[in-house]
C-alpha cells in the first residue's frame, strides 16, 4: 500500500501514508430487539449511514467480517472469521443486498465484526497549478479508509447463549494529507501541509459531523498516533480552528 501511495503523490507533497493518522469512534450500545434478524438490520442500518455520509470522500472496495450461527436453542453453532466480499464499483443498494446475502441464515447467523476498506478521494493539485490556472485534481488514495462495525458478545446470565451487550462503529484514515504540519518519517522532521490540507479538511469534517448526526450519538473518541494535538472530534484543526479554541 505503501508504494502504491507514492506512486500517486508528487514528490513536492508535504503529506503521506500514516498509519492510524485518525480514527473517530461512536459507542451504540444494542437495540431492544434482540433477535438475530432485526440485529442483522440493525448493522444493514448503520452500514447504510456510513455509506450514505462518506460517499463524496470514500470509495468502498471489499468488506471484511465475522459471523456466528446459532442453533434453534439460541447456542453457538458455528464461528466464521476472516471472510472477504469484493464491493468495487459496487452502488450502495448493491453493497447492502451483496451483504444480506452473504449470510447463510439471516434468522440463525450474525455478522458481529464488519471492516470496510475504502479508497480515498482527495485534491491533491500543487500550487503552480493555481497559479497557472488548471483544473482541481481530484486524486483516489487506496486503501486508506476503514469502517469499522462490532458487536461485544459476551455469555447470558445463565450462561448458556451468548447475546450482544454493546456495540461501536469507527472510522479511520491512513493518510495525513488533511493535517497541517506533517511529519517526514525519513528524517523526522516536522513539514507544512497547509496548502494541502485547507483544501481536504472541509470533506473530512462534513462526512463526520454528518455522521454523527445521522447516527443519533456522539463522536466520542477521537486518536491520532503521529498527530494526537491537531486531530480533533471533526477531524484535523486548522489555523481558524485553533484561534477559536484560544477565545
Not at 167 to 189: A, G, K
Request: glycine share 4%; charged share 25%; with cysteine.
Amino acid at each position: 500500500m505503501k508504494s502504491q501511495f507514492r506512486d500517486i503523490v508528487f514528490k513536492t507533497d508535504t503529506f503521506g501514508f500514516k498509519e492510524e493518522t485518525g480514527s473517530w469512534d461512536i459507542e451504540l450500545g444494542v437495540p431492544d430487539a434482540q433477535s438475530i434478524s432485526s440485529l442483522n438490520n440493525y448493522v444493514y442500518g448503520v452500514i447504510k449511514v456510513f455509506l450514505s455520509t462518506f460517499e463524496k470522500l470514500c470509495i468502498p472496495i471489499e468488506i471484511h467480517y465475522n459471523t456466528i450461527s446459532f442453533d434453534l436453542d439460541g447456542k453457538v453453532e458455528k464461528v466464521q472469521e476472516g471472510e472477504v466480499l469484493i464491493i468495487q464499483g459496487k452502488s450502495n443498494t448493491q453493497i447492502l443486498q451483496e451483504l444480506k446475502l452473504s449470510l447463510s441464515n439471516p434468522e440463525t447467523c450474525l455478522f458481529t465484526t464488519i471492516f470496510i476498506n475504502c479508497d480515498l478521494h482527495i485534491s491533491i493539485e500543487e500550487p503552480k497549478d493555481i497559479i497557472n490556472g488548471n483544473i482541481s485534481n481530484s486524486f483516489r488514495i487506496p486503501k486508506a479508509a476503514t469502517f469499522y462495525f462490532g458487536f461485544v458478545m459476551e455469555p447470558s446470565e445463565d450462561d448458556e447463549v451468548l447475546i450482544p451487550t454493546d456495540s461501536s462503529i469507527s472510522f479511520e484514515t491512513s493518510t495525513d494529507v488533511w493535517v497541517e504540519r506533517t511529519l517526514d518519517q525519513l528524517n523526522l522532521h516536522w513539514q507544512d501541509n497547509h496548502f494541502y490540507a485547507i483544501k481536504n479538511q472541509p470533506l473530512l469534517e462534513e462526512a463526520l459531523r454528518k455522521w454523527e448526526t445521522l447516527v443519533g450519538k456522539p463522536i466520542s473518541e477521537w486518536n491520532s498516533r503521529y498527530y494526537d494535538d491537531q486531530i480533533f472530534r471533526y477531524g484535523f484543526k486548522s489555523f481558524k480552528n485553533q484561534q477559536q479554541l484560544k477565545t
